[in-house]
């Protein structure tokens, strides 16, 4: 007996033993760091590899390295090989950063090999940098989804591999230029730092001179030093030092350190290295040096990089003591805490980083190319928000996994940026559709089962109408008798306009309370026949308003009228005017009138008739001309002047209803424009279709829409950072850096993701974008959108494709989209710009059913989760079941305002939690977490920086837990969003 | 106490119960193979890489993967990765060739890495394939060299992987066509079977419809079944199937299995890959095929192989019930197996598989391709023998290593043919050069001390001159007086003449019986003085005859005479006599006259004076005008015809001397010959200087000698394979297959490794060379050898270069060699150019000393080791120090001559071992070993083959044990070469 208690004594002491050294060893993020030399300069190496979710090869081919003959790469080896290197020696580093890929491998592993990863990063040998499901583009991209793309990379990391998987820095090595705001998420997210290499090339050279790489950045005024940030700009690019490449598709000389062999090569390398670091470290502060040791899909086989660094490494500091250099395997985030301890004192960066580029070739292209994956992109994440909305609240497994992925990818600075090929594009659409359509499938279950009255009742046959810009939907065109659905996900009530396509003239409209809702009938344009083409048949569309509950949805019955009723009808179809005698026009409703110059056809004024304001605007489409160096990232006009794509007079119509009221603008037989007023609103809609944008001359058109007016907005405009904070834009300037005074119209682009406004004392015009586009502008007055390109050169480069989007029907992409044009005092503009945005992203979700007898006996018409709203100032920007227990729901509420845009709106505002969600959950506990939800704040530590302007951003950076008492009241100050995980408890519907 | 004991009990267990695991795991060779299926088609994929050991880059820049801009290989990293990603799963397995890269990679391998390497071997799952340092050419090769290469491959596999590192196939994939005495030399090696992938296309095509890829090869009509080995030609080179090259660098698409990724492909790849292997399967006998999973430097990230193979064999595998394919991982090793268990009976194969290529495109150039290469490399073969024979005589170690690399590195397919990259020809010289500066360092090192009478004396110090053959010597152009040392490895006397560049006419030459020796001074030419440009001075030359005993060395003193002594001199300065009207020139010896036609200046007629045969001669050079497509591997020649080089008549001027006769012949200002016959030999020498080759117009010049004679030649012409067996080549013809009447230059051009001869009943013309040159008969009596190439066309390719060797100076190569020719009655022929032969490639080594006073009390002027000789039709070919150990040599006997070749010297000579070497070893111990020296002929076990063609070939193919009796007896029968390690104790000098 005493034997075999030994054996098992043995065995578990043994195995005890094994786990013991692992977990003795573990220390991951900046405790795993390699020791530094003082006093000497240590020269950071990092082991990268970045890998685009998608550009000349789609992310599946980039993936499995299929269609090699277009590009090498091949991720799914980047990765095996890396891992098996770093098992060689113990030293090795490698930071991995797109998610999108590392769950791909990660589907493929067994546990065993699952058990090695994990192993290296709890050593901090494999560290995720930045940890996004894609490297996020920051110019084309919506707040909205940027924080989806964030969460979900860091949760699938917290989710795997715990704490030790959590990034320290954002590395947003090759996006094309940095957004303020996005600096504000990363802080939010708790991130110490980020790292990127592209900015404008003068100010990359000034900052090189000033040492100036390396600061602190405040990424909102709202949010005071909760939104800064640690930066670092790369000396050269992400790439190694020229020369020192050591991967298997790079031709640098590889060390050769056998003396028996020919082309010993030690010293000169060794030199040559130390030329470099020497060179280098005189742009930065500290006696540390970071040097990005790969590229583009490099380490395929890691080994070469490794083999050849461990030689470079050793060689390096066999010479320290005379060279004064010491070389050694790091991460970016060892790097940064390098950098804090050296405890320096940093300049500090107020503006952004855009555009990119020199002189004659700025990167403000693709803030506009492929306008139509960058609106599908849009919708995608707001279905997205929908889907997740309402899998949280019904405890429904909504299926949104390919559309979060989707969605996610299409982020990427490859993506929705326009500049992949078209192979690539069409692959990022056709994701998004999958998604979506998966997405779709779950939501109109969900909510037939939530308007079922009985549980015994067949649920009714939910159907979503895709094409309705273009006046297609095939339930509505199959029968007479229809209902509409609009599902609301904002937490107000909220009023719109459907516009469906119908066969008829006279309806029926029955709103939820069973009462006739006024509706307008209008014949479909022959432009919209022009574009639907062969897609539709419908001949009228019938509109009429909505009003849904906050979070919740309403449901509209249509009918056909018969002969007989038609008689007491409550339809009409409103004749279509043509501008007669070079008459102005006018349109109007209660806020707004537009008065259209009878000769030119165009917008004139527009009036602010409660503010009895009016401004003169004149409203119209030209195009710059392409040149050979104009591509998919840059615009490239060949001359100075937009030139106007009106040869005389635009041919107008207008029709005036009581319910909308239109005109109808023609330019070309390929550019036209609805403008809108609906009754009760307090935008105009401008809605322009454009396209086959000509392709049978010249390199290529880039075509804008431009307002111009007397508004003595003295160079100045503003543009939004990703939906968010507005950013003030100076005409041919910038704020840190002499801007070269050639090229100014490109130079003086920059994105435009939801708002662009001017202003004078008097007045303020904004317009609010459905898509990400790139605006200026370039004379006071005068704003100006790009809303299409077409390139018909190719100009080589990386892409080494032309622009040239042909579409489905192969002569050339249409391309329709909208405006929200406001015209208000500047103090007044935030009241109605900030909501109209919200609601512009979260459209409500139509959904149509055949009618079927006795709807209302059977159905719901009206449903609300909450029976209560949040102010006009806070919104439910998040509800969404958190991982895999059901009951963890993430909640993220934002405050829209920023701080000083509206008097009243931009103070805080107090929420409670338990209130606000009493009808659906009970709640048990509230965490808040970083804003991707995937670490408790209370556990988020940032580092601490020393910047010279004390006093206005200094607070104490380290998130407190709050007792939030008994109803969970939380406060949110401007431009804010707090992120709770809740655990709740179902209440019964 | 007790507990202790039982730790060390369970500690032991555990250790011994893993050693037990290994050693129980081992298995390698045939005992490794996986298991196949009966009754469907197993197809054996077999991974390797092909590693060219220097073609477009050095042997050391493919090592390390330098110079990658030209072509990216590392070979380093090949290995790195195959090892690691062998160990991921253990049916994975791996060949490797090229013994020249192991051993570079090896050197730098920590013991733990060695120690799974030799795990893998040792499992049968990393397997040797050929083995050779190098993987040797067979057309442009010397015996010599081939059996080193091999030798000292498998001696390296042998020292560090004993039995499992040896291979049991040779591995000759790419070499440019196939001889017959490689596989004789292969089968003596002990392989079972040589693979391969290049023959003419025409004989391919038919060998895969007649189901004839495979068989047995009688290499030796002399050694009988001995010198048989099986064959295996690919289906289609050696690179995987279409499509299926899962290569870092291959584009092919990679299999995708994941089905919730885009383009999941399993289904479409297996398809291709079953289709491809049913119609392979045609081609071959059993229901085994072999494919060739890899190509030139592939592996480099084998990981990217094995995954997909894995996957390819797992869903193959999946279907082979219904598919009845079965995919497995395997080597060429366990292939051959399978087919051996299969017991067919194979046809037979008699002639060789030279030249390959197709109409128009024969790979007849590189047998000339490079001739200074191809000399040097002879001669640093020769010098490596004489190092090693003396290393081993003497005990000393003498420096080998650098030179053993290097002369089996040039032994490779894209060395010695002359179809590598200028810089990487220049690469393979240098390292020649650095091996034989090593190894004359220790050479005269050694002599010097043997000459020693004393042994306080201090050594004489000897000098090399390297380059005697353009009249170049520091020694002898510094002083008056000087020692010519002669070492003949040779076991027989050796009577030869030197030719030693000096400065005066008249000399004492004191032979080593301090007799006087009889001597010619000659002028140098003005030839000589164009071709030495400012490397020497010297004015004259001095010749005289030298004697040397049976491995040994004589010594010869030379004093210039003071003018008193002049009077009574032995020397003189023949006059330079011009041929002069037209009158016929004639020079003779005892044993030849030639004679030549004082018009144009050519031979007109050769008698070979003892038996009265006269042979009309005319010897002159033409030359080939290259075509477009003529490369250094091609010869293409843009018309049929040969040009005259010469326009008019030859410069003709004669010397009759003492010593020597010769003949000077100018054709062209850059072509020259001397003709000559030295007093008593029975050949007369034919020295050629050609160069530069003019570059001034056209593709290229391709020179030939051709010797045009009445003989009735009937289409016949023999050429030597590999300076050993000889082979009957028919004009216009090839044994199995017809031959494309098409390019019947090219297609008839043979390699020619020492000589070439045409016959008929009467005489025989025999020319031996002093390298490899391509040849050929292309009418009856004629035989040409082309001597130079310069072409200055770069016809692509993957070598992508022009032959355009412009030498030291800029302006063209100028290449000087020698054609040794003979006229004899047929029967009489072997006698005389056998024993040439053997003298021509073990030419003396001269070593060369400033005379000191009292030479002949000081040092020994006579030696020989072994005080006997072997008869003539007996060959001491090998004579080396064998691996660590000093008392164990090497020792390899050859016969040279072929059966029925000689009425007398064809039969089987008898040896005692122990007389032989009875002066200088007591031999304990006498091992017969297979043709390399690694493996005792009791233990080599070959595989047996049922053959058509019974009877003839047909005996026992085992070796056996034989006792060799007190005095170690051995026979030797015609063409054999008996390899023994000799367990020695040196006897005291």
């Given amino acids: 007996m005493d034997h075999i208690q030994h054996h098992a004594c043995l065995l578990s002491l043994a195995v005890l033993s094994c786990l013991f050294m692992t977990i003795e060893g573990d220390a991951c993020g900046y405790k795993a760091c390699t020791d530094t030399k003082d006093g000497i300069l240590n020269v950071h190496l990092v082991p990268h590899t970045h890998d685009d979710v998608g550009w000349l090869k789609t992310v599946d081919q980039y993936f499995y390295g299929a269609n090699n003959s277009i590009y090498h790469a091949s991720v799914q080896y980047i990765l095996d090989s890396t891992i098996l290197t770093l098992n060689q020696n113990p030293s090795r580093k490698f930071i991995y950063a797109e998610v999108a890929f590392f769950k791909r491998w990660w589907a493929e592993q067994s546990a065993t090999m699952k058990a090695k990863v994990k192993n290296l990063v709890n050593q901090g040998r494999l560290e995720f940098a ?72 003068v100010d990359h050279d000034l900052r090189r001179v000033e040492k100036k790489l390396e600061g602190v950045w405040h990424g909102s005024q709202s949010l005071g030093s909760r939104g800064d940030l640690f930066f670092g700009i790369f000396y050269d690019h992400y790439s190694p030092p020229p020369g020192f490449c050591f991967d298997a598709f790079c031709d640098d000389p590889v060390i050769q350190d056998d003396p028996d062999l020919f082309d010993y090569n030690v010293d000169d390398r060794v030199s040559e290295f130390l030329e470099f670091a020497k060179k280098a470290a005189n742009a930065f502060q500290t006696n540390h040096i970071m040097m990005t040791m790969g590229g583009d899909f490099e380490y395929e086989n890691a080994n070469e990089w490794f083999k050849n660094l461990d030689k470079l490494i050793k060689y390096v500091n066999q010479k320290e003591e005379s060279t004064k250099v010491h070389a050694l395997y790091s991460t970016p985030a060892c790097y940064l805490y390098a950098l804090n301890q050296a405890n320096k004192t940093w300049t500090t960066k107020d503006d952004d980083f855009m555009p990119i580029g020199e002189p004659n070739s700025y990167w403000t292209g693709f803030y506009t190319s492929r306008p139509a994956l960058k609106l599908y992109a849009r919708e995608a994440s707001k279905i997205l928000q929908t889907c997740k909305q309402l899998g949280a609240l019904s405890g429904v497994d909504v299926n949104s996994a390919f559309l979060k992925d989707a969605v996610s990818i299409v982020q990427h600075h490859d993506a929705i940026t326009g500049t992949e090929k078209q192979h690539v594009a069409d692959d990022y659409a056709k994701r998004l559709a999958m998604g979506i359509q998966q997405c779709q499938i779950s939501l109109s279950d969900v909510i037939s089962k939530l308007m079922l009255k009985t549980k015994t009742a067949p649920a009714p046959k939910l159907e979503f109408c895709n094409y309705l810009n273009i006046s297609v939907c095939a339930t509505t065109q199959s029968t007479d008798a229809f209902s509409v659905t609009a599902y609301n996900t904002l937490a107000c009530e909220v009023r719109d306009y459907v516009r469906i396509p119908v066969n008829g003239t006279q309806f029926t409209v029955m709103g939820p309370g069973n009462k006739n809702i006024q509706y307008q009938v209008m014949e479909v344009t022959s432009e919209t026949k022009r574009v639907r083409r062969d897609k539709g048949s419908t001949t009228h569309e019938l509109i009429f308003p909505i009003t849904i509950p906050s979070v919740g949805f309403s449901s509209y019955l249509v009918t056909a009228q018969t002969t007989k009723q038609r008689s007491k009808g409550d339809g009409s179809v409103p004749a279509i005017h043509k501008a007669e005698n070079s008459n102005d026009v006018t349109i109007k409703n209660d806020n707004l009138m537009l008065l259209f110059d009878g000769g030119t056809g165009l917008l004139k004024s527009m009036t602010n008739i409660p503010d009895n304001l009016t401004l003169e605007v004149q409203q119209s489409f030209y195009w710059y001309n392409s040149s050979e160096g104009s591509n998919p990232y840059q615009f490239r006009p060949l001359g100075v002047k937009a030139i106007p794509l009106l040869n005389k007079n635009v041919n107008l119509t207008y029709i005036q209803g009581n319910i909308v009221e239109e005109v109808h603008q023609q330019f070309t037989p390929w550019l036209s424009q609805v403008i809108r007023l609906h009754k009760d609103q307090k935008h105009a809609e401008f809605e322009w279709t454009v396209g086959p944008v000509p392709d049978k001359s010249g390199l290529g058109m880039e075509i804008i829409t431009r307002f111009e007016t007397p508004l003595k907005s003295d160079k100045l405009f503003y543009t939004d950072a990703n939906g ?23 130079a003086n682009y920059f994105p435009v993701n939801s708002r662009i406004y001017i202003k004078d004392d008097e007045a303020q015009l904004t317009v609010l974008t459905d898509r990400s586009q790139g605006g200026s502008s370039l004379v006071d ?57 919200l609601q512009v992203f979260a459209k409500p979700t139509l959904l149509f059913s055949h009618l079927v007898p006795d709807w209302r006996s059977k159905y719901y018409t009206k449903y609300s989760y909450l029976n209560t709203s949040l102010p006009i100032n806070g919104h439910l920007l998040t509800l969404e079941q958190w991982g895999q227990d059901k009951n963890n729901v993430l909640l993220r509420l934002e405050h829209p305002f920023e701080v000083n845009e509206d008097q009243t709106l ?35 530590t940032r580092l601490q920086w020393n910047t010279k302007t004390e006093g206005q951003f200094k607070e104490d950076l380290r998130y407190k837990t709050t007792s939030y008492g008994k109803q969970a009241d939380v406060t949110l100050g401007p431009m804010d969003i707090q992120t709770f995980l809740l655990s709740v408890k179902p209440r019964k519907p």
């Avoid at 996004?132 to 964030?150: C, F, K, L």
Wanted: glycine share 10%; proline share 3%; net charge positive.
């Fill in 781 to 837: 007055g005068a704003l100006e959108l790009m809303i299409h390109r077409r390139l018909l050169h190719n100009s080589g480069g990386g892409l080494n494709e032309a622009l040239n989007e042909t579409g489905q029907y192969g002569d050339g992409l249409i391309v329709r989209g909208k405006h929200y044009v406001i015209l208000e005092k500047p103090g007044k503009s935030a009241k109605v710009h900030r909501p109209l945005g």
């Fill in 130 to 201: 930045g940890g996004g499901w894609s490297q996020n583009d920051e110019a084309a991209t919506h707040y909205v989804a940027i924080i989806d793309n964030m969460a979900y990379g860091l949760q699938f990391l917290h989710e795997n591999f715990g704490t030790c998987g959590r990034p320290h820095i954002a590395w947003q090595i090759d996006v094309f230029g940095h957004s303020k705001e996005q600096a504000a998420l990363f802080a939010k997210m708790g991130m110490d730092a980020a790292f990127f290499a592209r900015i404008e090339d």
């Fill in 724 to 746: 968010r904070q507005m950013i003030q834009r100076r005409r041919n300037h910038r704020d840190t850096y002499p801007l070269p005074m050639i090229n100014l119209v490109a």
């Fill in 906 to 940: 931009s103070k805080a505002i107090k929420v409670s939690l338990k209130k606000l969600l009493a009808s659906v959950f009970e709640i048990s506990d509230v965490q808040e977490m970083t804003l991707d939800g995937n670490l408790p704040i209370s556990q988020s």
